[in-house]
């Protein structure tokens, strides 16, 4: 099963807000021992946000979806998503009662309208202020609040999902090789890929500047066993051609 985000926001794409997002929600996820396979970012516009969210449904994967579930004139998710699977939107009992229970007699037709889903959705609590969001086909709507999205996807992947926990043989290691330059150990690097094909290998350069040295992060990701011996392999190599480097926490 693969996990992606869709990220949505006229805001991150301006810049004038900064995604926090996606790092959260690859940290939630390895705190789990899942990994995320994608990420998507995307404007408020409706017409290409409903193309976005079909093409996601069709995925069959399950997507943390950020942002854009409250009733102002710019926030469309609800609305897109309902277009694009072809459903009707509705007030959803279960969000209406959470809605009532919050704002009591302050209760207006503009607050009941952020209970308004596409039909079939089943809510996701709100423990901020009882707001729900909603999830449609393994997709799961969440505001663009951190205070709030976070705490909603915990409670996703830990009552949804907590049979995927940690129930995969996988991990990453890598090295940090000083005064290294990839070019140099290219070699190296498809030999580590050639002797151990089920693993992936990575590198990631560093480049000497505001007063750092240059460096690479040099690691393998795949299987427990696999990795610990691909790794062993390259610190005996690296520090046989006289490298210094040391382990990446």
Known sequence: MAFGALIIGDEILSGRRQDRHLTQLIELLSARGLRLAWARYAGDEPARLTATLRETFATGDVVFSFG??????????????????????????????????????DTTEHRLRMGVFPRGSEIIPNPYNRIPGFSLQDHFFVPGFPVMAWPMVEWVLDGHFASLHNRDDYTEQAIVVWEAMEGRLVDLMERITADFPALTLFSLPSFAEAGRRRSLELGVKGRRADVAVAMDAIRMEIARRGYEWQDKP
């Open 68 to 105: 854009g579930i409250g009733a102002t004139p710019d926030d469309h998710t609800r609305q897109c998503a309902a277009a694009a699977l072809g459903r009707e939107l509705a007030l959803h009992p279960e969000a209406e009662r959470e809605i009532r229970a919050q704002f009591g007699a």
